[in-house]
DNA sequence: GATCTGCTTTACATGGTGTCAAGCGCGCCT
DNA sequence: AGGCGCGCTTGACACCATGTAAAGCAGATC
């Protein structure tokens, strides 16, 4: 018989614990505290993740996985026309940003010195990149991108702007709220990206 | 009689070293690798600096003193418009972004661990920012900032779109050219920030 | 009851930062 | 010339976090 009591594994403990010391002290913190925080040894983490930037990468994970990007993009896919998608994409972002945020820096100390790590990040931005794309290449096709540009000049440009430094800049730095930053992106990128319909 | 060889005081020449393994390995160089290469003991690395974040706050002044950059920003205010002075900064951004990248992440790293490091950082931030005001208020003043955008805002958001990570992604991740990189973020900027001239 | 598994305990190696104290060469001053 | 101070060297050492190794132990399983 399984215990009913919510008793988490030790693997997921350590995860929490880590989580947990990220959220305030962010990538800070000394295995010796995860442990301690997750009531094991030292020792533990390594049998279970065996070395810092392994768990780190599998905090990554882990994180991912309780906050469910899918269904958020499922949202913004099924937008009834391009500029829609566009408008939908950057409220994805301004919601899905601060949640991902620490463990998106998390990732990014990580990179320094473990290539595992490197590769991890290089694939989320490569997966964003590919999100940004399919965005702007269905504005073209609906004939509604802005003269100038072209789709991966713009795909680029987009991901460039919703990329999680930026956020940090104006959100985290300048204090501007969720709301704020949202509406003023989408006001940069409908003046930027979307070409008028032709009402004449 | 001062000695007329080109001799570097032990002080510049362990700034110098940094600065050459700054810029081939990031700052993932040992203070003993800095003083070997400036032909010093790393103790005199100490004697100098104090620290490990002591000397990357002495090589982003070094460094900075040596770009000048005050010239530049000279040219960008006498411009004869307000138009005319955003796409001087941005042509600005754009020379100068490279030259001191290495720098700012350094600064970047150091102020994870180190106060005063933290404190520098925030003051150059702060300087750009006002840089930024500067221009969205003469655009202002000339009655050519698009309309739904309050100064500040703008000024924030022209911050955040030419920091240097956004300038990372595209130059450094995506390949982009200076001049691809000046040319898209001024049409982004012109179409973002600037009204229309009354013509007509 | 033997064994296997997951974790603990203790000890130790490694590597980089930072500190300390003694010493040394060289220019300067009187 | 002798003495002084300064800038640097030399070598040793403390500290701290990561990572490794080995023995032990307690509960589940057969």
């Known amino acids: 018989m399984v215990s009913s009591a919510p008793v988490l594994h030790t693997r997921a403990r350590i995860l929490e614990a880590a989580r947990a010391l990220a959220e305030d002290r962010g990538t800070n913190f000394r295995l010796e505290d995860v442990a301690q925080a997750a009531r094991v040894s030292r020792q533990a983490v390594y049998l279970h993740f065996g070395s810092r930037s392994g768990l780190l990468l599998a905090l990554v994970e882990h994180v991912d996985k309780s906050e469910g990007l899918p269904r958020y993009s499922q ?12 408008l939908a994409f950057i409220d994805l972002i301004a919601e899905y940003t601060p949640r991902i945020y620490l463990i998106a820096k998390v990732l990014d100390e990580a990179r320094r010195t473990d290539p595992a790590a490197r590769a991890a990040d290089e694939n989320r931005m490569l997966l964003r990149r590919e999100g940004c794309t399919r965005h702007i290449r269905r504005l073209h096709d609906e004939g509604r991108l802005a003269a100038g540009w072209t ?5 680029e440009t987009l991901w460039a702007l919703t990329n999680v430094s930026t956020w940090e800049d104006l959100v985290l730095d300048r204090g501007w709220s969720r709301q704020a930053y949202a509406r ?4 940069l990128c409908l003046a930027t990206f979307v070409r008028p319909p032709a009402a004449g």
């Open 151 to 155: 789709v991966q000049g713009a795909a």
């Open 75 to 86: 949202r913004v896919r099924s937008a009834p026309t391009g500029v829609d998608e566009l």
């Open 184 to 187: 003023r992106l989408k006001r």
